[in-house]
C-alpha cells in the first residue's frame, strides 16, 4: 500500500515555473509507475506525465510535452513534476498517483492518490 501526499502548489505569473513533490510512504512504493493527473474548473481529471518505477521511461500529455519534467527518487520516496513555462490553461488541482501498469497514461491504470495541490497560473 502506498500514502501519497503532493506540495509546491501556489500562484504564479504566465512564463513562470513551479516543482511539485509527491512524498510517499510504504514500503511498496519502488515497485509503482507514478503518474501527475490534473483537474481543472469544470474539466474531468486528465493526464499530465507518468514515469515508471525504475524512472527509465516516461511519458507526457501532449500539452505539457516540452515544458514539464517528471522524476522521481525512489530512495528518497519523492516523485517531482517541474512545470516552465507556464500558461493559464495549467491552472489546476495536481495529483500525484502510484499505478500498476504501463503504460498509465490513464486515470484508471492508478491505485492510490495523493490529496492534490492547487495551481494557479495568472495570466
Known amino acids: 500500500q502506498v500514502q501519497l501526499a503532493e506540495s509546491g502548489g501556489g500562484l504564479v505569473q504566465a512564463g513562470g515555473s513551479l516543482r511539485l513533490s509527491c512524498a510517499a510512504s510504504?514500503?511498496?512504493?519502488?515497485?509503482?509507475?507514478v503518474g501527475w493527473f490534473r483537474q481543472a474548473p469544470g474539466k474531468e481529471r486528465e493526464f499530465v506525465a507518468a514515469i515508471t518505477w525504475s524512472g527509465e521511461n516516461t511519458d507526457y500529455d501532449n500539452s505539457v510535452r516540452g515544458r514539464f519534467t517528471i522524476s522521481r527518487d525512489n530512495a528518497r520516496n519523492t516523485a517531482v513534476l517541474q512545470m516552465n513555462s507556464l500558461r493559464p490553461d495549467d491552472t489546476a488541482v495536481y495529483y500525484c498517483a502510484a499505478g500498476r501498469r504501463w503504460p498509465a497514461n490513464y486515470v484508471g491504470a492508478y491505485e492510490y492518490w495523493g490529496q492534490g495541490t492547487q495551481v494557479t497560473v495568472s495570466s
Open positions: 510504504g514500503r511498496t512504493f519502488r515497485a509503482y509507475p
